[in-house]
């Protein structure tokens, strides 16, 4: 499976922005999928999770309310809502997905799939 990340870029705070991630997976609608991030030298960090129906998401604390991940199976895409922007927020951004959903969804260790990241940059 090939996960393309794409929608990054330089955001002041307070915008929004939206992410795509790609996939070559002829049966995306089994695969769950997940958005993790990594700031400058940070640890890679679990963002926003969906399951493969796209009826069940998990956040992180952090971005609750403020981040919404859809997937669409018949484009075969799964998104990355953005809003309310903070610095914070700067980091790397990388697509993951996976067969089927893992209760230790927030460990990289258990995607198995991984896009090439996009990176955002929100100034304060």
């Known amino acids: 499976v090939q996960l393309q990340a794409s929608g990054g870029g330089l955001v002041q705070a307070g915008d929004s922005l939206t992410l795509s991630c790609a996939s070559s997976?002829?049966?995306?609608?089994?695969?769950?999928t997940a958005w993790f991030r990594q700031a400058p030298g940070k640890e890679r960090e679990f963002v926003a999770g969906i399951r493969w129906s796209g009826g069940a998401t998990r956040d992180a604390d952090s971005v609750k309310g403020r981040f919404t991940i859809s997937k669409d199976n018949a484009k075969n895409a799964v998104y990355l809502q953005m809003s309310r922007l903070k610095p914070e927020d700067t980091a790397v951004y990388y697509c993951?997905?996976?067969?089927?959903?893992?209760?230790?969804?927030?460990?990289?260790?258990?995607?198995?799939?991984w896009g090439q990241g996009t990176l955002v940059t929100v100034s304060s």
């Open positions: 993951a997905a996976r067969y089927g959903w893992s209760v230790q969804y927030y460990d990289t260790s258990t995607w198995p799939y």
């Open positions: 997976a002829r049966t995306f609608n089994n695969y769950a």
